[in-house]
């Protein structure tokens, strides 16, 4: 059995020094030529890539760990829109029982159960339920729709899809446990909030170092699920 990648500090990793330019010419896109040079010079891209973790967002569970105790050895933990699997390779780090899904199809990976299917699939909380052996103790989103540009419409689709991600997280959740999503600041998250509240004892937000400073993304923490 392969043993997950040894974690790295969730400290912000050095910076990388002289800068990568990438010029748009050719068949390139501008956009996709800044997405390249973002990526090229992002530590966190490199230090992910150096420690063997699938994608630079590891390094925000890492952190998001390190300030809430999210994770521990022998919990139960589901991650929803898992794909690539980083934040399943974290929790994997920390021992505990990882099924995941997503609607696209994710490399195995030792000691996690990936299901590709949609979270909107009626019978879907009793599916992955039972590839748990119960409960979630902890339940992860770090989905994302595609975006417009507009910020204002792709704020109300990411918390479209939060409060998707929480309805879930709650027909799983075994009592005390915890729930983990990502939300863009925007205002319109005050239903989504509400609720957590109610279900929650700890509802807290957080933007990890790793979330990059230009990104208008935050992750809402809680913690203590009351019995529905």
């Known amino acids: 059995m ?5 974690s790295p500090s969730s400290k912000p990793p050095a910076g990388r020094g002289l800068a990568v330019s990438v010029h748009s010419a050719g068949k390139r896109s501008v956009s996709s030529a800044r997405w390249l040079a973002r990526q090229l010079n992002d530590p966190y891209v490199a230090a992910a890539k150096q420690a063997g973790w699938r994608s630079r967002a590891a390094f925000k ?4 760990d390190a300030r809430f105790h999210l994770l521990r050895r022998g919990q139960r933990v589901l991650d929803l829109g898992a794909a690539p699997g980083g934040w399943s390779q ?22 996690a159960v990936f299901v590709q299917g949609d979270m909107e699939d009626p019978a879907m909380p009793a599916r992955l339920a ?7 103790d902890l339940v992860l ?3 994302a729709p595609n975006t417009t540009g507009h910020s204002a419409t792709d704020h109300v689709r990411i918390v479209a899809l939060a409060e998707n991600a929480a309805a879930f997280a709650t027909e799983v959740l075994a009592p005390g446990g915890g729930f983990v999503c990502k939300v863009f600041q925007g205002g319109a998250e005050a239903a989504l909030l509400a609720m957590l509240k109610r279900r929650f004892t700890s509802v807290r ?7 990059r400073k230009e990104s208008a993304e935050l992750y809402v923490v809680a913690q203590g699920c009351r019995p529905g």
């Open 2 to 6: 392969t043993k997950p990648p040894r």
């Open 205 to 211: 937000h957080a933007k990890p170092p790793a979330s």
């Open 141 to 143: 989103s770090d989905m």
């Open 61 to 64: 569970l890492l952190e998001l």
């Open 90 to 111: 974290v929790a994997l780090r920390a021992g505990a029982h990882v099924v995941a899904l997503d609607l696209l199809p994710i490399e195995p990976l030792a000691g």
């Open 130 to 136: 039972a590839l748990l052996g119960g409960g979630a």
